[in-house]
T-cell receptor
């Protein structure tokens, strides 16, 4: 199956700093990528839909200035958590759909963010 | 909000079939039924999806009722590695196939 790679897999940062998470589709083009966050023992919560070459669409309640999403190419989307605080500590996961096809979404392995 | 309901937990014996139900009574005509699973601290893994017809692949079978209001995921010979949270999701091109996760079913496969 297709591969989606996230980097880094784990990151620890200090309060007030910003952290960038990368999501790459390694062997296919993805016009649409999605970003999720997951708290312990909870389900995945969709944060935003990222479309190549256009602004991301954020779900209700997700601060767009806090979680900056850039989808500059068909294989790369980035999520930047700005001015991180301990409550932003979470498991962040991205997914990517094949370009123009109704098929399964492929998920990255996730990024564990800890803000201290 | 998720448009599906699933039992919170189930268990089955290793080697036996695991049948995971899902209710999606408000499904629209163009919405597909997707099944994913998540093993602890990993990204979700695609299992199978379907529209109307029953589907089978190397991992599982998907049985969709004729009225499409419910479906069942069947793992024919469950192994310990199938212990995971299983999510049933409906989606379509109208929403760019975005996946809204509900609570899922926590499947425990017993030795």
């Amino acid at each position: 199956g297709a591969v989606v790679s996230q980097h880094p897999s784990r990151v620890i940062c200090k309060s007030g700093t910003s952290v960038k998470i990368e999501c790459r589709s390694l062997d296919f083009q993805a016009t649409t990528m999605f970003w999720y966050r997951q708290f312990p023992k909870k389900s995945l919560m969709l944060m935003a839909t990222s479309n190549e070459g256009s602004k991301a669409t954020y779900e209700q309640g997700v601060e767009k200035d806090k979680f900056l999403i850039n989808h500059a190419s068909l294989t790369l989307s980035t999520l930047t958590v700005t001015s991180a605080h301990p409550e932003d500590s979470s498991f962040y996961i991205c997914s990517a759909n094949y370009r123009g096809k109704n098929t399964e979404a492929f998920f990255g392995q996730g990024t564990r963010l800890t803000v201290v | 909000d998720a448009k599906t309901t699933q039992p919170p937990s189930m268990d089955c014996a290793e080697g036996r079939a695991a049948n995971l139900p899902c209710n999606h009574s408000t499904i629209s005509g163009n919405e597909y039924v997707y099944w994913y699973r998540q093993i602890h601290s990993q990204g979700p893994q695609y299992i199978i999806h379907g529209l109307k017809n029953n589907e089978t692949n190397e991992m599982a079978s998907l049985i969709i009722t004729e009225d499409r209001k419910s479906s069942t995921l069947i793992l024919p010979h469950a192994t310990l590695r199938d212990t995971a949270v299983y999510y049933c999701i409906v989606s379509s091109s109208d929403s760019s196939y975005k996946l809204i996760f509900g609570s899922g079913t926590r499947l425990l496969v017993r030795p």
